[in-house]
């Protein structure tokens, strides 16, 4: 039976064209986001998976779920307004609300229980570098980079081509570092796994730093392996 999915097919685009792909790759912890622009088969050799049972499991998660509309907004057809629209709307208001809404969490969790866990302390500093370079982050996507992309739309110019070159570079290795940082923080909460025992507000910072990193990585991906590569493209 031929497959829609190979191991050659390239990760973010596989996201692009089947976005239920990111919960399986999640579970494989295959990054779709920062690393989505190489062969699947590199990131399941990387991991040790078996290539057969990722892509069994890919290509019928696929065919199970082909009739059904994975997102009202076709990635590779909609305008850069309506990209850069949904990016604001969905992914930077939630983390405007979430990251100062959780921060206070974390803190208490630290407070209270990291002289007898100490790798409550280095999430605690890990989530508050992420906080800060994410806030400076959207900020100056949303007055600075998003507009660009708009304007070069309308009124393309060698000069606005060069400076976003150089725009796209600087986003993608912040989103790498942002990246890095959700990794190590799965690393070290061994996958989000509270303690026996652990307090309710213990649990929660637990189960709501995992939903942030699955908006990032959802978020992310809509950035590097669909807005960027349309907008490099038209230059």
Sequence with gaps: MEHTFTETSIIGEIVTKFPKASDLF???RIDFCCSGNRPLIEAIE???LSAEEVLSNLNNLYKETSALQESSIQWEEASYQELIDYIINKHHQYLS???PQLSPYVTKVFRVHGSSQPHLG????????????LEQHLIKEETEDFPLILDIEKNPTEEKYAKLQEVINNL???HSHAGDILKTLREITDDYTPPEGACGTYRLVYSRLEALESDMFEHI???????????????
Excluded at 122 to 133: C, P, Q, S, T
Excluded at 221 to 235: D, G, K, Q, T
């Design 221 to 235: 991906h809509l950035e590097n392996n669909v807005l960027f590569p349309r907008a490099a493209a038209s230059m």
């Design 46 to 48: 990387e991991n040790q």
């Design 26 to 28: 999640k579970s494989y």
């Design 97 to 99: 609300e979430e990251l």
């Design 172 to 174: 993608e290795n912040e």
């Design 122 to 133: 280095v999430i605690h500093k890990l989530f508050n570098e992420l906080r800060v370079e």
